[in-house]
Every structure is written in structure tokens, then in C-alpha cells.
């Protein structure tokens, strides 16, 4: 996705002062606090949303309130995420955005 957005948009995270990017996994950086201060925008990227998929993160902790409430708690007021979940069926991405909105109303 960084490369992507190098490539068609000429983003530059090296030569943007307000822009940092940070590629890793998203459960890790949420749950050890290392989501920077005043975050506007979080991309994930979550291939394990796929049938049959799995990744390094269980499906369980994303798909988590308590990952949810980290999420919204680290993020500055109006931030955005957006979530990758391509190829992930209706169903999981609307189980997904439930639990990601139900945890938003209990911040």
C-alpha cells in the first residue's frame, strides 16, 4: 500500500512533514500504546478477513471490542480508519463494522 501510494499519488512519507507512515501490524501497535499521538487516520490492512485466511494476529483480538476501544481512545477526535477487506465476504465485513461502531459509542 505504501509503494501504491508512492507510485499514483507521489506521496512521500520522507519528504511530507505531517505525514508518518508506519507499517506493521496493527494489533501490536494499537495494544502496546504505540499508535502515535494525535493519529488523524489509521489504514489496515487485513488479509486474514479472507476465507479460509489467517494471520499472525488472531482474527479474534481484531475483531475484539477491547481492540476496537484502544483504537478509538488512541486516535485524535474526527479521525478515520479505514480497513482493507478485500475479498472478505458481506457478512465479515459487517460483523467487522458493528463491533468497530458498537466500541466508538463507548468512548
Known sequence: ?????????????????????????????????RLPPGTTALLVDIDFLRSGASGPGSTSSFESDAFWMAVWHALAPLAVVAVNGIGASPRRIDDLARIAIAAATKV
Open 1 to 33: 500500500a505504501i509503494l501504491l501510494a508512492h507510485r499514483f499519488f507521489g506521496v512521500c512519507p520522507q519528504n511530507e512533514e505531517r505525514l508518518h507512515v508506519l507499517e506493521d501490524d496493527a494489533l501490536e501497535v494499537v495494544a502496546s500504546g
